[in-house]
């Protein structure tokens, strides 16, 4: 289906132009009310993205970002996760850059990349500088997290996965989306005020694929919280900026995807369609497109311990081919977004978290050995949550390995105990395990007047 029959379609539908149904649906947060699964979703985000950015707060991909901030001695109540005070801006640039730096923060199931990072950096900085209470933060992300997985989603046919295919990055694209509608209703920005904002947002989207392996990735969910932001500010004091940027002619889809050749979701369900119920959470500490295939590998690495392996064919959807194609990585960070290399680090008996992508893994004999013996098949019709490797030895022994249903997935999610197990396990090396524990409870119970306060008193320097 062509964009200009959907938008056709939509507009019959809802009587309303895409911009405006968005500018409805940001500016009617503040009477809206939540499903308790769509609240317990939103603190399991909140509580993620704080552990992946504090295991990450002294990332090298980050300490550039943090010297940044700290050059810039900007004055403001926001805080920097194990840092001082500054700007919202500036807050959200550092803290939703660590949050990425892993790979390791929630992805949306259906493509619009990793909402978590702009969308909650913004939230809390922007909460911190206008002291707003918990209720009205934690919408406030919902609002922006559902905003960006709407724009960016559709799963393999949609936007975001044809984005990628294209060498665009949706967190990139679409994050500063989310973040700017956190910021709108932060902000408490009028409609007029919050369709210029959403139109700075489109005007200062990019990001590409190509940055995959390098610094640039994480930039990415830092400068779209920052650009957020700035759009909302620059809204509220009056800019101008074009407000048909997200109709689909003429448009930033348009520009980004010039052959046309995707399907746009609607924008006409929102609050019957919780995309915050799709989020998935990473037991892996890499590319999403790697998952399936590490836990396959992983299933099967106690039957192939000690035996030496010929070779490994690999059964994957095509966008790992995309977002994590690389064959020979050169680096820890470039194995992060190497299929071949998680396999041989999941057959080898790493359990693929944050700490075994270093140096003494990447130069592990076995994992070595493993990485050029992996070949790729991208199967078209095979689903992104499964994988089936066939691992051959040199005995002539073919063991098979499979995933039905990654674990992360919505319909495999990761529980609270797991989820807190993957939290300690960032947090206690920066705060020691009490206070971990204290932060992972302050996460939890976030709706509790006083949270945001004593989480930024937490994540003084």
Same mark, same amino acid.
């Given at each position: 289906?062509?964009? &200009? =029959?959907?938008?056709?379609?939509?507009?019959?539908?809802?009587?309303?132009?895409?911009?405006?149904?968005?500018?409805?649906?940001?500016?009617?947060?503040?009477?809206?009310?939540?499903?308790?699964?769509?609240?317990?979703?939103?603190?399991?985000?909140?509580?993620?993205?704080?552990?992946?950015?504090?295991?990450?707060?002294?990332?090298?991909?980050?300490?550039?970002?943090?010297?940044?901030?700290?050059?810039?001695?900007?004055?403001?109540?926001?805080?920097?996760? /194990?840092?001082?005070?500054?700007?919202?801006?500036?807050?959200?640039?550092?803290?939703?850059?660590?949050?990425?730096?892993?790979?390791?923060?929630?992805?949306?199931?259906?493509?619009?990349?990793?909402?978590?990072?702009?969308?909650?950096?913004?939230?809390?900085?922007?909460?911190?500088?206008?002291?707003?209470?918990?209720?009205?933060?934690?919408?406030?992300?919902?609002?922006?997290?559902?905003? /960006?997985?709407?724009?960016?989603?559709?799963?393999?046919? #949609?936007?975001?996965?044809?984005?990628?295919?294209?060498?665009?990055?949706?967190?990139? =694209?679409?994050?500063?989306? #989310?973040? &700017?509608?956190?910021?709108?209703?932060? /902000?408490?920005?009028?409609?007029?005020?919050? &369709?210029?904002?959403?139109?700075?947002?489109?005007?200062?989207?990019?990001?590409?694929?190509? !940055?995959?392996?390098?610094?640039?990735?994480?930039?990415?969910?830092?400068?779209?919280?920052?650009?957020?932001?700035?759009?909302?500010?620059?809204?509220?004091?009056?800019?101008?900026?074009?407000?048909?940027?997200?109709?689909?002619?003429?448009?930033?889809?348009?520009?980004?995807?010039?052959?046309?050749?995707?399907?746009?979701?609607?924008?006409?369900?929102?609050?019957?369609?919780?995309?915050?119920?799709?989020?998935?959470?990473?037991?892996?500490?890499?590319?999403?497109?790697?998952?399936?295939?590490?836990?396959?590998?992983? !299933?099967?690495?106690?039957?192939?311990?000690?035996?030496? =392996?010929?070779?490994?064919?690999?059964? *994957?959807?095509?966008?790992?081919?995309?977002?994590?194609?690389?064959?020979?990585?050169?680096?820890?960070?470039?194995?992060?977004?190497?299929?071949?290399?998680?396999?041989?680090?999941?057959?080898?008996?790493?359990?693929?978290?944050?700490?075994?992508?270093?140096?003494?893994?990447?130069?592990?004999?076995?994992?070595?050995?493993?990485?050029?013996?992996?070949?790729?098949?991208?199967?078209?019709?095979?689903?992104?949550?499964?994988?089936?490797?066939?691992?051959?030895?040199?005995? #002539?022994?073919?063991?098979?390995?499979?995933?039905?249903?990654?674990?992360?997935?919505?319909?495999?999610?990761?529980?609270?105990?797991?989820?807190?197990?993957?939290?300690?396990?960032?947090?206690?090396? *920066?705060?020691?395990?009490?206070?971990?524990?204290?932060?992972?409870?302050?996460?939890?119970?976030?709706?509790?007047?006083?949270?945001?306060?004593?989480?930024?008193?937490?994540?003084?320097?």
């Amino acid at each position: 289906m062509t964009t &200009a =029959i959907l938008e056709r379609n939509q507009q019959q539908h809802s009587g309303a132009t895409r911009g405006e149904q968005l500018v409805r649906y940001i500016a009617g947060t503040a009477a809206r009310s939540y499903p308790p699964e769509v609240i317990e979703a939103a603190l399991k985000a909140l509580v993620d993205h704080l552990g992946c950015a504090l295991g990450a707060c002294n990332d090298a991909t980050v300490l550039p970002a943090r010297s940044l901030v700290d050059r810039w001695q900007a004055s403001g109540k926001a805080r920097v996760y /194990m840092g001082g005070l500054t700007t919202p801006a500036l807050a959200a640039f550092a803290n939703g850059s660590m949050a990425h730096a892993m790979d390791y923060d929630d992805t949306h199931a259906g493509g619009a990349g990793h909402p978590g990072g702009p969308c909650w950096s913004a939230a809390l900085a922007l909460a911190q500088e206008h002291g707003s209470a918990e209720k009205d933060t934690l919408a406030a992300f919902i609002t922006g997290f559902d905003v /960006m997985a709407k724009l960016g989603g559709g799963w393999v046919p #949609g936007v975001g996965r044809s984005l990628q295919r294209r060498g665009w990055h949706p967190t990139s =694209i679409f994050g500063r989306v #989310g973040a &700017a509608a956190v910021a709108c209703v932060i /902000m408490g920005l009028n409609a007029t005020r919050t &369709a210029h904002a959403l139109g700075v947002a489109a005007t200062t989207a990019a990001g590409l694929v190509g !940055s995959f392996g390098t610094y640039g990735k994480p930039f990415h969910s830092g400068k779209a919280a920052m650009d957020g932001i700035l759009s909302a500010q620059l809204a509220a004091d009056g800019f101008v900026a074009a407000t048909h940027l997200y109709e689909l002619e003429k448009g930033l889809l348009d520009a980004l995807i010039q052959d046309r050749k995707v399907e746009v979701p609607a924008l006409d369900d929102f609050e019957r369609k919780w995309e915050l119920l799709e989020n998935q959470f990473k037991p892996f500490a890499s590319c999403r497109a790697t998952h399936s295939s590490i836990q396959a590998a992983r !299933s099967i690495a106690h039957r192939v311990k000690g035996r030496d =392996i010929a070779r490994v064919h690999a059964r *994957v959807h095509p966008n790992a081919l995309v977002t994590a194609g690389k064959t020979a990585p050169r680096t820890p960070l470039e194995g992060k977004f190497s299929v071949p290399y998680c396999i041989a680090l999941g057959l080898a008996g790493y359990r693929v978290v944050a700490s075994d992508f270093n140096e003494s893994a990447f130069n592990d004999a076995r994992v070595a050995a493993i990485v050029p013996r992996v070949t790729l098949e991208a199967v078209a019709d095979q689903p992104a949550f499964k994988a089936f490797l066939d691992v051959t030895l040199t005995d #002539g022994t073919v063991v098979h390995g499979e995933t039905q249903c990654v674990l992360g997935h919505p319909d495999n999610p990761l529980s609270w105990e797991a989820l807190q197990e993957k939290f300690d396990g960032l947090v206690e090396p *920066v705060l020691g395990r009490e206070q971990s524990g204290k932060l992972f409870d302050l996460g939890r119970n976030f709706l509790r007047p006083g949270s945001i306060a004593k989480i930024s008193a937490m994540l003084v320097a």
